[in-house]
């Protein structure tokens, strides 16, 4: 069965060092948070076959993070995933990972609440949001990346 991890990045410090959103890194907590996610994927037997990572700097230090527990695939560094729609997320799954039986997604809010929503509940509305660091393990029905095809197999948060 095909899955889909959603990992939202760890709490990112409110100002980059050059005032760019993009390069605002993880702050301490977060950095607790991102190593506290890979523990908990580790621990729940995830092995994911690809990695696709927004290019903003708190996405890839998460995904840092998690490599040190999960030992994953390199990501793929995707700046589109950086305030990406529900739609253009599966849009870029299925381009960069149309082969991969588990793929973990890191990126950001709203896109992966939204997307998380689509996923299971068939429309991006009403999304029940996704704290720092939250991840949601989808299975999807058929492998299909289609609205309503996901069911929600676990959802943790730090």
């Not at 230090?61 to 589109?80: E, G, I, N």
């Not at 929503?117 to 009403?126: F, I, K, M, N, V």
Request: net charge negative; charged share 20%.
């Amino acid at each position: 069965m095909r899955e889909l991890l959603l990992l939202r990045h760890a709490e990112a410090m409110s100002v980059g060092p050059d005032g760019r959103d993009t390069e605002r890194p993880l702050s301490v907590h977060g950095e607790a948070q991102a190593r506290a996610a890979g523990m908990w994927l580790a621990g729940h037997g995830a092995a994911p076959d690809a990695v696709l990572c927004s290019a903003a700097r708190r996405a890839q230090m998460t995904a840092d993070a998690v490599d040190k527990a999960l030992r994953m695939p390199k990501p793929q560094f995707v700046h589109a995933i950086y305030r990406a729609t529900p739609g253009e997320l599966l849009a870029l799954v299925e381009n960069h990972a149309p082969d991969a039986q588990q793929v973990l997604l890191v990126g950001h809010n709203p896109g992966m609440e939204e997307l998380l929503a689509l996923l299971t509940e068939g429309r991006s509305a009403g999304a029940r949001g996704m704290s720092p660091a939250t991840v949601a393990w989808l299975e999807l029905t058929d492998g299909a990346l289609e609205p309503g095809h996901g069911r929600l197999r676990a959802l943790w948060s730090p």
